[in-house]
């Protein structure tokens, strides 16, 4: 797939931007602070809703705007996908009970000029996007893991996003019954009724992760392999926090029918998530007295992680700064192939200036996965960065102080 065209309207540091994207790679050149993070941030927004950066969406919306009578942002894609054309449309208003220095902003969206739910869009467009930062994926902690796994399963699979919504809405009603419940005796019916929810939505996210980290697992591997030549072999390893294979007991009545009919475009999990969600429930059991004295959940989705081993030992806790880098960009590169394979079209490709933290052998290997893709859209600061074989194939457009300047002539 590929955007065609990007319009925005007070969007960070763009009041107005009407810009074509041409050719299959675009490089968006400029200083530091013009606006280059901020374009490929309005294009992950309208694939994800959500911003890669901002804590709120205020932060998204033109300072200027503010002063406005009707303050908004607007950002509309144009994209191709397949035969279909889609037009996104994202549009942040104001709400009026919001004070100056605390605004607050309604997201309305519309696909094709209809009104849809944030749940209904993610998917519909899939970008995958290479950050600087990216290295806290193997450095950083498990929270930063969970968000990235449930990012890119939300793009490839939509009952995985409605589940986990469902997910976090009962964890934390069920957290609020544990911190009751440790105050009081009683409630044990309101647990259970929490319990059966909790694990119901549960068992999916884990089977679905189970699943796709296999598949990342295989995918990586090779990634690695390459950009290592031939030294080191990546994997993945998920670590739910419950067996979520544990045999039951052979008396163990499964009581649970999870397993859906498969709808068309919908994936079934492989796994039996009956099992799944048994094991649960019996693990659920055995720590409910210690749940209740902490007041909170203490297993589920929502406390799994993800390791990254290469020779058995964990990048993250023992990892060079050099091998973390390097295996974080094995799973995005495995990312971009796991979507192609998914949902059976190329996603679009958003590098925000990684070359310069990359060795000639992991450079060309991208260069190689860019050329590959239907569209890649690059920002740089300095075009030495590039060989002038790779500027003769690229579609130039410099950018500064919040405008596409010019197409440089090469
Ligand atoms: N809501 C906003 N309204 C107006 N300007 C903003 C807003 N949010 C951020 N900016 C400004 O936009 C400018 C460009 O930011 P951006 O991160 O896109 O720069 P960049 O070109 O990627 O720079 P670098 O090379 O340093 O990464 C910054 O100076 C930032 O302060
Ligand atoms: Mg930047």
Redesign the pocket.
Known sequence: MRIEHLSLTNF??YARLELDFPGRTILLQ??????????L?AIYYLATTRSPYAGAEY??????AENQDLPHARLVAQVRKGDSSLRIEITLVRTQSSRANNSRYRKHIKVNGVNKRALDLIGQVNVVLFLPEDIVLVSGSPSGRRRYLDATLCQIDPRYCRTLQKYNRVLTQRNHLLRTLRQREGGLDQLLFWDRSLLENGAYLVARRQEVIGELDRLAQAVHLELTGQKERLRLRYVPSFDPSRPLPPDYQLSLELDLPSEPGIHQPGTNLSQVAEAFRAQLREIRRREILQGMSLIGPHRDDLRFLVGGVDLTIYGSRGQQRTAALALKLAEVKLVGQEVGEQPILLL??VMSELDDARRGYLMQMIDGAQQAIL?T?DLKAYSTEFLAGVTLLR?KE?RIEEIVNK
């Open positions: 960070r540091n400029g200083d530091n602070a013009q606006g280059k993070t901020n374009l941030e932060e998204l919306v033109n300072w200027l925000d200036d920002t600061t950018v919040g």
